[in-house]
Nanobody, 116 residues
Framework: QAQLVESGGGLVQVGGSLRLSCTASLSILVINGMDWYRQAPGNQRELVAT???????NYADSVKGRFTISRDSAKSTVSLQMNSLKPEDTAVYYC??????????WGQGTQVTVSS
């Protein structure tokens, strides 16, 4: 069983920045993709950014150019740098990983609130 511990959420004004981090209890050797999702009240959970084992990244159109996903393989950590934040970025953000045994694990979620 894997555990994912997230940190870095909070309240920020429009145009501000936040950095989310997530550390997995598994070795990087068994982790394939590492992702960030978010869910706003009344909305479905959506994929925000993903980074593969090889380091390739992909972003939702709504965050391209503003968010950057990165991973520290030595620490099984994935981060999400969020710049130029907008009110519509307000959501609970979830870290997620996929493993070599085809299972997905989720963090507990961290609240990001962007005030106008």
């Amino acid at each position: 069983q894997a555990q994912l511990v997230e940190s870095g959420g909070g309240l920020v004004q429009v145009g501000g920045s936040l950095r989310l981090s997530c550390t997995a209890s598994l070795s990087i050797l068994v982790i394939n993709g590492m992702d960030w999702y978010r869910q706003a009240p009344g909305n479905q959970r959506e994929l925000v950014a993903t980074i593969t084992k090889g380091g390739s990244t992909n972003y939702a159109d709504s965050v391209k150019g503003r968010f950057t996903i990165s991973r520290d393989s030595a620490k099984s950590t994935v981060s999400l740098q969020m710049n130029s934040l907008k009110p519509e970025d307000t959501a609970v953000y979830y870290c997620s990983i996929s493993t070599t045994w085809q299972r997905r694990y989720w963090g507990q979620g961290t609240q990001v609130t962007v005030s106008s």
